[in-house]
């Protein structure tokens, strides 16, 4: 039996989709003139970052949201309350930035994480937890969360999380930086923790940071401005709990990432 395809008008998949709070930022954004897919107005003006909320908890979504409308940054462009609607405001919305609560019902914060960032890689999602333990943190980064920010500390690191990822950057929560930082001290030398709480891009800045690259040339290598290498360096030298560059390198080593030889270093013997 073959299937045929319906379409189905705009509204009447908003209704499906979104919960009340996003059905109602699509209208105000279409009210205020703006696209109801890529962010952009349609009369070409600049736009704020736009949010995605995810969390079951309806007091924490809505103090979030009155503390997110106070800002000049952020726009708060939907609501969802399980993985499932996450993903599906996540494709109606095409949101910059995600806020995602790591204990959801059903399909958990870092499932649908995963889903996420494989279906929309631009999206950016700042992992939101009351959790504070290595494999809660490792589990959320693998999955691909730019930063881990604790509940507790919400009000005080969110706004500078995602902020951050909007740059690129990562960030976890200070004391998310201490208690790993510690317990990376207590394992000593090749920590398996050690290099996994780097985003990508700091893993490549540490490795050539470490092989004694400047920072212009690892501008030049990775395709991107000095700016945003510096602040990938100050964020990788913060989670890692180094202060100089001579102790990048030690560090380097220490963990089994000892700095290669470049080209330049190969040298002919002379005959």
């Given at each position: 039996?073959?299937?045929r395809?319906?379409?189905?008008?705009?509204?009447t998949?908003e209704?499906?989709l979104?919960?009340?709070?996003s059905?109602r930022?699509?209208?105000?954004?279409?009210?205020?003139?703006?696209?109801?897919?890529?962010?952009?107005r349609?009369?070409g003006a600049?736009m704020?970052?736009?949010?995605?909320?995810?969390?079951?908890?309806?007091?924490?979504?809505?103090?979030?949201?009155?503390m997110l409308?106070q800002s000049?940054?952020?726009?708060v462009?939907g609501?969802?309350?399980?993985?499932a609607?996450?993903?599906?405001?996540?494709k109606?919305?095409?949101?910059?930035?995600i806020?995602?609560d790591i204990?959801l019902?059903?399909m958990n914060g870092?499932?649908t994480?995963?889903?996420i960032?494989r279906?929309?890689?631009g999206t950016?999602?700042?992992?939101?937890?009351?959790?504070?333990?290595e494999?809660s943190v490792?589990?959320?980064?693998?999955?691909?969360?730019?930063?881990?920010?604790?509940?507790?500390a919400a009000?005080?690191d969110?706004?500078?999380?995602?902020?951050?990822v909007?740059?690129?950057?990562?960030?976890?929560?200070p004391?998310?930086?201490?208690?790993?930082?510690?317990?990376?001290?207590r394992?000593?030398?090749?920590?398996?923790?050690a290099?996994?709480?780097?985003?990508?891009r700091?893993?490549?800045v540490f490795r050539l940071v470490?092989?004694?690259?400047?920072?212009?040339?690892?501008?030049?290598?990775?395709?991107?401005?000095?700016?945003?290498?510096?602040?990938?360096r100050k964020?990788m030298?913060?989670?890692?709990?180094v202060?100089?560059i001579?102790?990048?390198?030690?560090?380097?080593?220490a963990?089994?990432?000892?700095p290669k030889?470049?080209?330049?270093?190969r040298?002919?013997?002379?005959?």
């Open positions: 039996m073959s299937l395809f319906r379409p189905t008008s705009r509204e998949i209704s499906k979104l919960t009340p709070c059905r930022a699509v209208q105000a954004r279409r009210g205020a003139g703006l696209s109801d897919t890529n962010g952009a349609k009369d600049s704020k970052l736009r949010i995605l909320l995810v969390d079951d908890h309806k007091i924490l979504l809505a103090g979030i949201r009155a409308d000049q940054d952020f726009e462009i609501e969802a309350e399980t993985g609607e996450a993903i599906a405001a996540c109606q919305c095409n949101p910059d930035v806020v995602m204990g019902p059903g870092i499932e994480t995963q889903v960032v279906s929309a890689p950016r999602v700042v992992m939101l937890s009351i959790y504070c333990d494999h490792v589990s959320a980064i693998r999955a691909g969360a730019q930063a881990y920010v604790l509940k507790q009000g005080r969110l706004l500078e999380a995602m902020r951050a909007s740059r690129g950057e990562s960030y976890l929560s004391q998310i930086s201490a208690n790993l930082a510690r317990r990376m001290s394992a000593g030398p090749r920590s398996s923790l290099l996994e709480i780097l985003a990508p700091e893993l490549q470490a092989a004694g690259n400047a920072s212009k040339d690892i501008a030049v290598t990775l395709d991107l401005s000095l700016e945003t290498v510096r602040s990938y964020t030298m913060k989670k890692l709990g202060s100089n001579a102790a990048v390198t030690r560090f380097a080593i963990n089994g990432e000892a030889a470049s080209q330049g270093d040298r002919t013997p002379v005959r």
